[in-house]
């Protein structure tokens, strides 16, 4: 997806505000998110796909991803406003990053077919998966 396309597609989805450089508050309209409920899906293989490539103080560490980033401790990191970010959109920081663009539903060439075309969570999701992942803080 280019630049500009992707930009519009964010604006309408998190119509916020300015964009920090490297965060995104989170919109108004979307209640705050149940770490919970992020929990389960960042566990969850087949729905939020985290744990493919991601390992991090989840269950089944056998079966988690080595490809980026470990998410242990990533709330003692990252605010919530600079995860938010990179869950739904890292490739605004990185144009190479293999991680795929969560909230667009166009334009994404690295995921899966069944993913094509479509947003990969919805918004209420990135919420509760960026409150699950700032309270991880060890």
Request: net charge neutral.
């Amino acid at each position: 997806m280019n630049a500009p396309l992707l930009a519009a597609v964010i604006s309408i989805a998190f119509p916020s505000g300015a964009l920090a450089q490297d965060a995104l508050p989170r919109p108004a309209r979307l209640a705050p998110g149940d770490a919970a409920d992020g929990a389960r899906l960042v566990a969850d293989r087949q729905k939020s796909l985290c744990v493919l490539c991601h390992s991090g103080p989840f269950p089944n560490p056998h079966l988690q991803g080595n490809l980026a980033p470990d998410l242990k401790g990533i709330g003692a990191r990252l605010s919530e406003d600079e995860i938010r970010l990179r869950v739904t959109d890292m490739k605004r920081l990185n144009p190479d990053s293999l991680m795929p663009t969560y909230v667009a539903s166009q334009g994404s060439e690295r995921v899966g077919t069944a993913w094509r075309g479509r947003p990969i969570l919805a918004e209420q999701e990135i919420e509760h998966i960026v409150v699950y992942l700032a309270s991880l803080k060890e």
